[in-house]
C-alpha cells in the first residue's frame, strides 16, 4: 500500500490496478501467472540440479531397454527380452481389462442391489443395506487382500473343484475354462457380426424417421437384438461350428490349456466390483427415486403399458441423474486398480510404476509417465460426460 | 352381528383384520407377500444363518485371545492373541509407551473441539469454537513434544494415531484450500480458473497411489539440493493437495445450488466479491455442503490405508510388520479383519453423522 | 501482498539455510545426534520390529554399530522402513543416511544410480524352496511351474535368466512382501518359492512342517547384500566401512563383547591394539573418537556375535555359516588389515 502512495502525486495512481474493477482482474492474473512460472522454474531448476548432482541420467531411453522380467498375463506378445516400453504396455492392457471387466461386474451387481435395496422384501432390503454399508466404510486396499486371501484359501490345483462335467477347473491357482481354438471358416462370425450391428444402427434410424412421420412403431429393440444375436449364430452353424474348445489338464504342476482368470485377477476383479457396485447401488436407488409417482401415474393415464412407460418415461429420467455419478464410480474403479500392487497383479502401476521403476532407478520418468496414462483415462471419461450431460440436459421451452 | 339389520348411525370402528396388523400382518407384507417372496426370504435367512455361525465358531467359538506367539494358538479358530498382544502397536504406532497418554489426551481433545463443529446444541459454543481454533496448535506441541515436553519424532508414529494424523489433517487443511479453488474455479477470471480448473482435474484423475509415489520419491528432487524434510510431512502435503480437489468439487456443487440472486441482491447492496462470498454466498453453500465434506472425509480416511504401500507404518503396515516377526507368521486374515472392522467403526459412524446432518439441513430448508 | 512478500523471505532463507547444511553427512549427523538408518519393512532375522517396537535383526545391527562408532551409543539410530521402491530414493534424496537392507550390490546399482556400497556384510545367492511331495530334486526340473517371487529386487531378473536358459517355461507370481510371499506359497499358489537363500531358511523355519519342504541345490546367482551411502561423501562411506570391518576383524582376532574389555588396555596382538587404540592414532585418521572400535565390540559385538544372534543355529532361522565364514574358516569375509 504505501508503495502506491508514493505515485500518488503522478498522473497515474498504481493503487488503481487492484481498486479499479477494468484493471484489477488482469492485474490479479498477471500476478498469478508470475507465481505460477516462478513455481514451475524453481522445480524444474532444482529438479536439474539435483539430477545432476547425482550423476543420474535422464530420460526415456530406458523404455527401449529390453526389460529382462517376466509378466504372468501377457494379452500381447512378451517375454523377458521384450522391452520396458512393451512391458508398460502389457500392464496398461492389464489394466484396462480388469478395468473393463469390473465395470461390467460392477454396473450388474450394482443395478440388482440398488434394485433389491428398494425391495419390498424386507429380509432382502436389510441384507443389501448390510452390504452396502459393510463394503462402502472399509478401505478398498484391505477389501482387495481379503478376496485374495479367500481365494487363496480354495482348494490346490491338484484338488481343484471340477464342475460343467471336468471343463471348468476352480482352485487357489484360479478358474480354468476352455480355451476356444477357431478353425478355418470361423472369421466369417465376426464379419456377419459387425454387419448385423451396422444393420441394426441403420434400421434403428429408419424406424424412428417412420415413427416421426407416419406414427407407425415397429417392434426395433426385438429385430435388432435377433439380427445381433441370431445372424452371427446363424452363420456359425451353417459354416459348420468351426470351432472346438480346449480343455485344460493337469500338468505336472498346473492345469495346462484353457484359459486361466487368475487368482490375483479375480481378487482385485471381484473387489473392485463388490466395491463400487456398493456406490452404484446407492446411485441407481437415489436415480430410482428422484422419479416422482407422478410420472407413473401420468404415462398410465395416457394409456401407456406398464413395460413401455418402465422403458419411455422411468429409466430415460432416473438415467440423467444416475449416468454422471455413475461415470465418477467407473473412473474411480479405474483408478482403484492402481491397487493391484498390492497382490501381485501385473497392471501399469506394477509393470511401469513397479519393476520397471526399480530396476532402472528412473522414478521421476516411470511416476510421470504413470500419471500420464491414468490422466488420460479421466480426460477421455470426462469428455464423455459432457457429451451426455449436453446431450441429455433438460431443455426447458 | 349379522343378524342385527344395520343401523345409521354411529358405529365403534372394527379392528382391521388380524392378518394386516402386528407381526403377522407385517410379516405377510414384507416378508411372504408372494411365493417368490417366501423363497427369497427363507433363502436368505439360511444363508445369514450358515454365515453368522461359521463367523462366530471362527471369531469366538474356536478363537484364541492368549498367548505369547502362534503356537499358542490351539483351539483352532482366529489367533486374537496377536491382536492382544500388539494392540498398543496397532493404535499408537511405536509412539514411546510411556507417552502414550499424550496422544490419549489429543484425542480427547479433538473430540472436545469437534463438539461445537458437530452439534449447533452444544452448550458454551462460543468458547469452545475459539478453542477449536487453538487446538491445532495444541495438537501439534503435544505429539511432537517441545516447550519441555519430551520430543517425539514423527517416525514413531504408526497404527491408528496415524490414520487419525493424516485423515485430520488432510481435511483440516484442504478445507480452506478446497474453498479457494472452488471459487476459483468459478471465478470470471479466465487464467486463475484456468490454473484451478487444472489442478483440480489433474489431482482428481491420477490416483493417491501415484501421489504418495511422488510424495515418497520424487518430491526432494523438486526442492533445492540437500532439502529433505520428514516423510510424514511429504505424504501430509500430497493428501492434502489431494483431497483439497475433491473438497473443491463437493463445494462447487454448493455454490452452483446458490441461486444466482443471492449474488445479484448483494451486488446491488454494493458489497464487494469478497464480502459478497464471505457474508451472503459462502455460508449458504458451506451449509448445503457439509454432507459432502463429511463424505469425502470418510473418503480420505479409508484412502489412508495405502501409506502402508509406501512404507508408512499405518495399522495395516503395522500388520504387516507384525506379520514378519516369525513368532507371528501366517496370521494375515486375523489382522486385515481386525483392521477392517477398526475401520468400519469409524466411518460407519460418520456416515451416519452424514445423514443426520442431511436430514437436520433438509428440514432447516422447509422451515 | 505483504503476506506474499513474507512467504518468500522466509522460502528464500530456508533454502539457504538447507544448503548450508550439505557441509558432510558425518558432520550432519553429529550436528542432529542421530544417524537415519533405512531398513525393510520387515525380512525374519535381517530385520523385524520386536513385540516392543524396536528394530532388531542383522541388518539394523550395522546401523547401531555406525551409532556405537560416531556417538557411543547404540540407542542414537532412528529407522526408516524403506520399501523395494522408495529405498534408493529415500538415500539420494538424503532422507536417510545409510541404508542397510539386504541390497544386492550390483554394477548398475553401485555405478548408475549414484550410491556407494562399503561392503558385504551376507553373501547370498537365490535359491529355489518347494514341497517334497513334487519329488523333483533340481530347479531345473520346473518346467511348467508356478513361481513365487519378491518384487523390486534383482530376483525377478535372476529368475528370468534361468528359465530362459534353460528353456524352461513358467508363470512368475510378483509379490511385494516377504510375508505376502509366503503366504502365496504355503497356500500352494506357487510350486516353488525363490529368493536369496537367507530368505529362504528363514521362511521355512516358520513353515509348521519344515521338513516337508527341500532347497533345491540351484544357487542361481551371486548376491553380495551390503550396506550402502551416497556417492561422493568419502568420509562418510569410510565410517561405515570400516565399521564393518572393525565387526568382520574383531571376529578374526578373536576379540568379542565379552573379552574386549580385557583387550582394551593392550594386547600381545598390534592388530587389536591398534583397532582398540592402545597404539597409533587410526580414530584421527577417520575422524571419530579412541574408543569408536571399542564401542561397536562392546555395544554390538564382532560380525560372529550377531550373526548368531539373528540368523545363526540357535535361533528359529538357523543358519549355517557357509560362504560367510571367515575366509580362515574357509568362507569368504576377509577385511582388510586395519593399519
Known amino acids: 500500500m504505501s508503495l502506491a502512495e508514493a505515485h500518488v502525486g503522478n498522473g497515474f495512481v498504481i493503487s488503481r490496478l487492484w481498486t479499479e474493477k477494468r484493471y484489477r482482474s488482469i492485474f490479479f492474473q498477471i500476478i498469478a501467472l508470475a507465481l ?72 450388474i451387481l450394482g443395478f440388482t442391489f440398488g434394485v433389491l435395496r428398494l425391495s419390498n422384501n424386507w429380509v432382502m432390503s436389510r441384507i443389501v443395506y448390510v452390504y452396502i454399508e459393510a463394503t462402502r466404510n472399509v478401505p478398498v486396499l484391505l477389501q482387495i487382500l481379503l478376496w485374495h486371501g479367500t481365494i487363496l484359501n480354495l482348494p490346490t490345483a491338484k484338488n481343484a473343484i471340477v464342475f460343467f462335467s471336468g471343463t471348468f477347473f476352480l482352485s487357489n491357482r484360479g478358474l480354468t475354462v476352455p480355451g476356444p481354438l477357431p478353425e478355418p471358416g470361423f472369421q466369417a462370425v465376426p464379419i456377419v457380426f459387425l454387419i448385423a450391428v451396422v444393420g441394426a444402427i441403420v434400421f434403428t434410424r429408419w424406424a424412428k424417421r417412420v415413427q416421426d412421420e407416419t406414427g407407425r412403431i415397429y417392434p426395433v429393440f426385438l429385430i435388432n437384438t435377433v439380427a445381433i444375436i441370431g445372424l452371427p449364430v446363424l452363420t456359425f452353424l451353417v459354416t459348420g461350428t468351426p470351432l472346438s474348445w480346449e480343455i485344460a489338464e493337469m500338468g505336472r504342476f498346473n492345469l495346462a490349456g484353457g484359459v486361466t482368470l487368475r487368482p490375483e485377477f479375480m481378487a482385485l476383479w471381484l473387489a473392485l466390483s463388490f466395491y463400487t457396485a456398493a456406490f452404484i447401488a446407492e446411485v441407481v436407488r437415489a436415480g430410482i427415486q428422484s422419479v416422482s409417482e407422478g410420472q407413473t401415474e401420468a404415462a398410465y393415464s395416457l394409456g401407456l403399458r406398464p413395460g413401455r412407460t418402465t422403458r419411455m418415461i422411468i429409466v430415460p429420467q432416473a438415467l440423467r441423474v444416475i449416468v454422471p455419478p455413475l461415470t465418477s464410480q467407473y473412473l474411480n474403479l479405474t483408478k482403484n486398480s492402481s491397487l493391484a500392487i498390492a497382490i501381485g497383479y501385473m497392471d501399469i502401476t506394477a509393470t511401469l510404476g513397479g519393476i520397471t521403476l526399480n530396476q532402472t532407478g528412473q522414478a521421476m520418468e516411470a511416476v510421470m509417465l504413470l500419471m500420464a496414462v491414468y490422466l488420460s483415462f479421466s480426460l477421455l471419461t470426462s469428455l464423455f460426460m459432457n457429451w451426455y450431460n449436453h446431450h441429455t440436459k433438460l431443455v426447458e421451452r | ?292 465434506i463429511v463424505n469425502s472425509f470418510i473418503g480420505l480416511f479409508k484412502d489412508t490405508t495405502l501409506v502402508a504401500i509406501i512404507g508408512l507404518l499405518d495399522p495395516l503396515g503395522i500388520g504387516r510388520a507384525a506379520l514378519a516377526d516369525t513368532k507371528w507368521q501366517g496370521l494375515a486374515g486375523e489382522v486385515y479383519v481386525f483392521v477392517a472392522i477398526l475401520f468400519f467403526i469409524f466411518s460407519f459412524s460418520m456416515s451416519r453423522y452424514s445423514l443426520y446432518l442431511e436430514k437436520k439441513l433438509h428440514v432447516g430448508h422447509e422451515s | 501482498m505483504k503476506k506474499t512478500i513474507g512467504i518468500l523471505a522466509a522460502v528464500t532463507s530456508a533454502t539457504a539455510l538447507s544448503l548450508g547444511a550439505t557441509a558432510g553427512t558425518l558432520d550432519d549427523v553429529r550436528a542432529k545426534g542421530h544417524i537415519q538408518c533405512g531398513v525393510s519393512t520387515g525380512v525374519p532375522g535381517f530385520g523385524f520390529t520386536d513385540d516392543a517396537g524396536n528394530w532388531q535383526g542383522f541388518d539394523p545391527s550395522v546401523c547401531q554399530a555406525v551409532a556405537a562408532a560416531v556417538f557411543g551409543d547404540t540407542s542414537k539410530v532412528k529407522y526408516t522402513p524403506t520399501t523395494g521402491k522408495t529405498r534408493f530414493e529415500a538415500l539420494k534424496s538424503g532422507e536417510i543416511d545409510m541404508l542397510a537392507r539386504n541390497t544386492t550390490w550390483t554394477f548398475s546399482r553401485d555405478v548408475d544410480l549414484g550410491l556407494t556400497f562399503v561392503g558385504v556384510n551376507y553373501y547370498d545367492g537365490q535359491g529355489f524352496i518347494g514341497r517334497k511331495s513334487l519329488g523333483i530334486s533340481s530347479a531345473k526340473e520346473l518346467d511348467g511351474a508356478s513361481v513365487c517371487i519378491q518384487t523390486g529386487t534383482t530376483t525377478e531378473l535372476n529368475l528370468a535368466d534361468f528359465f530362459r536358459i534353460n528353456g524352461l517355461s513358467y508363470e512368475p507370481v510378483p509379490i511385494e512382501t516377504n510375508e505376502e510371499a509366503r503366504t502365496n506359497y504355503v497356500a500352494d499358489r506357487c510350486d516353488v518359492y525363490t529368493t536369496d537363500a537367507s530368505g529362504l531358511a528363514a521362511t521355512r523355519s516358520t513353515f509348521d512342517d519344515p521338513d516337508a519342504h527341500v532347497v533345491y541345490p540351484e544357487i542361481i546367482s551371486k548376491e553380495p547384500l551390503g550396506p550402502l551411502v551416497r556417492q561422493g561423501d568419502d568420509q562418510w562411506a569410510d565410517v561405515v566401512r570400516w565399521t564393518l570391518n572393525v565387526m568382520i576383524n574383531a571376529e578374526e582376532y578373536g576379540v568379542s563383547s565379552a573379552n574386549v574389555d580385557d583387550l582394551k588396555g593392550g594386547s600381545d596382538n598390534p592388530e587389536i591394539n591398534r583397532m582398540l587404540g592402545s597404539e597409533g592414532n587410526l580414530n584421527e585418521m577417520i575422524g571419530l573418537d579412541k574408543d569408536w572400535a571399542y564401542n561397536i565390540i562392546k555395544q554390538v559385538g564382532n560380525y560372529g556375535e550377531v550373526f548368531e544372534r539373528f540368523l545363526g543355529a540357535n535361533t528359529p532361522i538357523g543358519l549355517e555359516r557357509g560362504l560367510n565364514a571367515l575366509y580362515t574358516d574357509g568362507g569368504l569375509l576377509y577385511a582388510p588389515p586395519m593399519r
Open chain 1, 36 to 107: 505460477l512460472i516462478a513455481l514451475i522454474f524453481f522445480i524444474v531448476n532444482n529438479t536439474i540440479a539435483n539430477l545432476q548432482a547425482l550423476g543420474v541420467s535422464y530420460g526415456f531411453r530406458f523404455l527401449a531397454q529390453p526389460s529382462n522380467y517376466d509378466i504372468n498375463q501377457h494379452l500381447i506378445a512378451y517375454d523377458s527380452t521384450s522391452t520396458h516400453g512393451r512391458a508398460a504396455i502389457v500392464g496398461l492392457l492389464n489394466t484396462g481389462l480388469v478395468a473393463v471387466c469390473g465395470i461390467i461386474l460392477a454396473t
Open chain 2, 1 to 292: 352381528m349379522t343378524d342385527a339389520p344395520y343401523q345409521v348411525g354411529q358405529h365403534p370402528d372394527l379392528p382391521p383384520p388380524p392378518s394386516t396388523t402386528g407381526v403377522i400382518g407385517w410379516m405377510r407384507n414384507n416378508l411372504f407377500s408372494s411365493w417368490a417372496n417366501a423363497l427369497l426370504t427363507i433363502a436368505s435367512v439360511l444363508l445369514i444363518y450358515g454365515l453368522a455361525t461359521s463367523l462366530y465358531k471362527w471369531g469366538f467359538a474356536n478363537a484364541d485371545f492368549q498367548g505369547a506367539s502362534r503356537n499358542d494358538c490351539t483351539s483352532g479358530g482366529a489367533c486374537w492373541a496377536l491382536i492382544n498382544v500388539r494392540f498398543g502397536q496397532f493404535i499408537y504406532g511405536f509412539y514411546p509407551e510411556s507417552q502414550r497418554w499424550r496422544v490419549n489426551l489429543t484425542f480427547i481433545g479433538f473430540l472436545v473441539a469437534l463438539w461445537p463443529l458437530l452439534f449447533t446444541g452444544a452448550p458454551a459454543r462460543k468458547q469452545l469454537l475459539w478453542y477449536a481454533g487453538v487446538y491445532p496448535i495444541l495438537a501439534f506441541v503435544l505429539l511432537l513434544g517441545g516447550f519441555g515436553i519430551e520430543k517425539v519424532e514423527t517416525a514413531k508414529f504408526g497404527g491408528f494415531m496415524l490414520t487419525l494424523v493424516i485423515g485430520v489433517t488432510g481435511i483440516a487443511v484442504s478445507l480452506p484450500l478446497g474453498i479457494m479453488l472452488a471459487l476459483g474455479r468459478r471465478s470470471d477470471m479466465i487464467f486463475i480458473r484456468a490454473i484451478c480448473v487444472g489442478f483440480i482435474e489433474f489431482i482428481r484423475g491420477v490416483p493417491l497411489i501415484t501421489l504418495l509415489f511422488v510424495a515418497s520419491t520424487l518430491l526432494s528432487f523438486f526442492l533445492p539440493p540437500g532439502t529433505s524434510f520428514d516423510l510424514l510431512l511429504r505424504v501430509l502435503i500430497m493428501v492434502t493437495l489431494f483431497s483439497s480437489a475433491y473438497i473443491a468439487e463437493v463445494v462447487r456443487g454448493g455454490l452452483q445450488a446458490i441461486p444466482v440472486g443471492q449474488q445479484e441482491a448483494a451486488n446491488s447492496l454494493g458489497l464487494g466479491y469478497w464480502k459478497t462470498m464471505y457474508l451472503i454466498i459462502l455460508p449458504q453453500a458451506l451449509k448445503i455442503s457439509i454432507p459432502g
